[in-house]
Every structure is written in C-alpha cells, then in structure tokens.
C-alpha cells in the first residue's frame, strides 16, 4: 500500500476505443456490464464495448444499499427478480469474484391492517410463483430483531413479510466483477468517455459520437439509468422514465447489533448493518424530478427519526456519510426492457429504486433479447406495454416512498 499498489495487476483493460464494435453498450453500471458478460457467456457475442462516461459503476450501482429480494406481487417481476436472486447465490463462483452475497433474511414491516393485507397477499402470490416468502408475526420479528421496538410510538409491528433468502451483496464487488469478466473474454471496457450523440440512418442505428471520437456499431444498449431520457432523446424517441434522486446514510460503525434487513415502508425508512458495522440507512425518493445526485434534507430527518423510533437504541448515533444516485421512475414502478423504434437500439431502464437485486437477472434477459430478438423473462417489459395500458403494478413491492 505503501508504494500505491505499484505493480498489481489490473482487474480490466483501459483500451482506446476501436472503430467499430458488434454491439456498444452504454453506462458500465451493473445492468450494461451485465448484460454484456452474458452477450459474451451465454451467446458467444464478444466484439462488445461496454461505453462508460465516468468511472465504472461509479453510478447508482456504487451508491446503493445493496438489498437483495424478490418479493414482488405480479408473475413477470417475480420471475426476473428471482432469476436475479438465485444467480446471486452463485456469483462469486461464476465470476471467481467475491461479490459478498449474504443472504442474512429480510423483513418488510407490516405497521397498518392495510399494510398487513397487502403483505399476506403478496406471500400467497410468491407461494404460486415458487418463491419462498412467509408472514410472520410480531414476536418472531423481536426474535429475529432483538433492538426492533414492536410496540411503536406511532406504528405498532403487526408481523413482517420475511424472505429468509433475501439479504444484501457488496455492490462495487459485483461492478468489478463483471468487468473484470468481460475484460477478460476481450471486451472493451472504456471510461471517462461520455456518448454525446447517438448516429441513425433509414431508422437504423449505425454508432455513437462520444468524447473519444465515433464509434459504429450494429446495436446499441442504452443503459444508462438517470439518464434514459437523455439518451433516448438523442436517438429521437421518448420514454415514460421520470429521473429522481434517491439518497441513503451510513452511521460510525458499532459492534454487530442487527443480522437481518429491515424495511418499514409504513415510517419510509430501513436499515441493515454492514460487514464494517456501519449501519445502512435509506428512505424515499425526493418528491420532484431531479438530477442532483444528493437527496433534500428534508428526508434525512425524516427517516432518521421514523428509525430512531423503530430502534431507539441508534437514538445516539452519528452519522459518518450521506450520499444520493438519480434514480429512473417508470409509472408502474416496474423496469423496461425492450427494442425500440429505431432498429438496433434497446433499452434497459426503469429499475428505479430497486434495481440492485435484479442486475444479473436483467443482464441474463438482457442479453437473451438482444442475441436471441426475444426473452421470455424481459416479455412483459416491453414499452408497448404503456401503450397499451398493460401496467406491472409493484408500487407497493418497490418498498421505498415515491
Ligand atoms: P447505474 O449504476 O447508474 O449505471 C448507469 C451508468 O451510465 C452510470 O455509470 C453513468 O455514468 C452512465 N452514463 C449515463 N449517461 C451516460 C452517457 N451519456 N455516456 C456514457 N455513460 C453514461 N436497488 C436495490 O435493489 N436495492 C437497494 O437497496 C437499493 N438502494 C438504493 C439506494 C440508493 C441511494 C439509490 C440511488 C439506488 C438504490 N437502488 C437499490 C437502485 C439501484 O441502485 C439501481 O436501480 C441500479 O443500481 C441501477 O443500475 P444501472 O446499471 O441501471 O445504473
Ligand atoms: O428495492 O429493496 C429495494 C430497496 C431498498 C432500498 C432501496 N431500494
């Protein structure tokens, strides 16, 4: 550490981008640098530049609190969301990268009979769909959350949706590790290099003009997040993407306190404690369109003081860092993955809030629809559906307040 890692090998290349690639992904968060090592893996497609105008998953990947479930309520979301979730308990394997999955259990606070309801149905639905949620009542939540205060100022704890496989990963380790992947089947990883504009011709995509020069290509990703509407925009179209930020905290670190993840919609707050002991806070989105990637006070003391009542004993501590991402908000809360109408572009967006736990999910469907011209896991996603008014509610799986 001493002499700057002089001498370590580096995890990825930093080439200078060629002429021309197959396919041109943009943005190296964790859905564009998954969607391009399973091109690679699963497809064989490896002339592939994953395009990145910052620093690799210098995004909301590496800004977010890392939650992994799949508890949502509509077939099409369960299915990705738990194909992402099971590609996680194999990760580090499959990349020989530790993305530090822990798989600690996760609990969704039911605070109000309506909450309840809501909660209990979304277990029937994951017990048809496969996946392995349970309700649980108030004195199991105490046992597995011994510092919970279940009796509640404002909000008694009525029971809790528990996903005993749900849990959080290191985030900037999955980053890594994907690019470390692609890097190594010979794809080019390139930052600091920002698309600017993006070329068409006959309605057909034919490259992207960035600040390292035009680069042609036969498809193009736009994976991009915040910025989809940008980026569709240059391409001519529009999409239903609202960009809002979203900001978390952490506090000084303390001795392990709490081994699950608790979410507690009802206050808009949740917490878990991380590997350093620090303990991970977040809330709601900030209530109008933005792209300042910090986050209004007015949150800050909003979920600080919605934990402190669920867990008086944070009541005293300080809080080290607070931090925001710009989150892309589709109106049924549910992402898109689709063509669009120029042929050769697609898009991979919309995962608003939640879109951590479902990277390589999406990447895997991703990939599938862009070799393949179909997925049946991205199916649904498509943006006709806007048109056509076949909405994928999961406002209330989202969790987080919008
Ligand atoms: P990003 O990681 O943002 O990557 C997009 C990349 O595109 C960026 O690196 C950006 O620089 C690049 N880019 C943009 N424009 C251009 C351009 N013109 N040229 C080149 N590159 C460009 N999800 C969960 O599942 N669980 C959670 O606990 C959770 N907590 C969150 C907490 C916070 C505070 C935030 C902000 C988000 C949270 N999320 C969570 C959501 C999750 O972080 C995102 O849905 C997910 O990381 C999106 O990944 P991405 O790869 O699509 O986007
Ligand atoms: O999607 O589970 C989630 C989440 C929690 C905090 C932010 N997003």
Not at 55 to 75: A, E, F, K, V
Not at 223 to 238: L, Q, Y
Not at 276 to 286: A, Q
Request: charged content about 20%; hydrophobic content about 40%; some cysteine.
């Amino acid at each position: 550490a001493m002499r700057y890692h002089a001498g370590w090998e580096r995890a990825w290349r930093s080439p200078t981008p060629k002429k021309r690639y197959k396919v041109i992904v943009v943005g190296a968060g964790g859905h564009g640098l998954a969607t391009a090592y399973y091109l690679g893996k699963v497809h064989g497609i490896r002339d592939v530049a994953v395009i990145e105008k910052g620093w690799l998953g210098g995004g909301n990947t590496g800004r977010n609190t890392t939650i992994i479930r799949s508890n949502y309520l509509q077939d099409p979301s369960a299915a990705i969301y738990e194909k992402a979730r099971a590609l996680y308990e194999g990760l580090s394997q499959d990349l020989n990268y530790n993305v530090m999955f822990s798989p600690r259990g996760l609990l969704m606070l039911g605070q109000t009979e309506h909450e309840v309801r809501g909660y209990k149905r979304t277990v029937h639905a994951n017990r048809l769909q496969g996946i392995a949620t349970e309700w649980i009542g108030p004195e199991r939540v105490k046992e597995l959350v011994p510092i919970i205060n279940i009796a509640g100022p404002r909000y008694p704890v009525l029971g809790a949706l528990y996903q005993a496989r749900g849990g959080t990963a290191r985030h900037d380790a999955v980053a890594w590790g994907y690019a470390r992947a692609c890097s190594a089947m010979g794809m080019d990883i390139i930052q600091k290099c920002e698309v600017t504009g993006i070329r068409t011709e006959g309605g057909k995509v034919q490259g992207v003009s960035t600040t390292q020069g035009e680069i042609d290509c036969e498809q193009l990703a736009v994976v991009v997040a915040g910025h989809s509407s940008v980026m569709a925009e240059m391409a001519g179209f529009r999409l239903p993407i609202e960009s809002v930020a979203l900001q978390a905290w952490v506090s000084e670190p303390i001795k392990p306190c709490m081994d699950v993840v608790v979410m507690a919609n009802t206050v808009h707050g949740y917490m878990s404690q991380s590997d350093k002991g620090e303990m991970v806070i977040g809330g709601g989105t900030d209530g109008f369109n933005n792209y300042t990637q910090r986050g209004s006070w007015h949150h800050v003391e909003e979920t600080t003081r919605a934990l402190v009542e669920t867990f008086p004993i944070i009541s005293r501590l300080k809080m080290l860092r607070q931090w925001g991402g710009i989150v892309d908000m589709t109106g049924d809360r549910s992402p898109i993955l689709s063509k669009t109408p120029v042929e050769g572009i697609f898009v991979n967006c919309g995962w608003g809030t939640g879109g951590f736990k479902s990277i390589p999910g999406s990447g895997y469907a991703m990939a599938e629809l862009m070799a393949r011209g179909h997925s049946p896991l991205a199916a649904e996603f498509g943006l006709e559906r806007f048109r056509e008014g076949r909405f994928i509610d999961e406002s209330v799986a989202a969790g987080v307040a919008h």
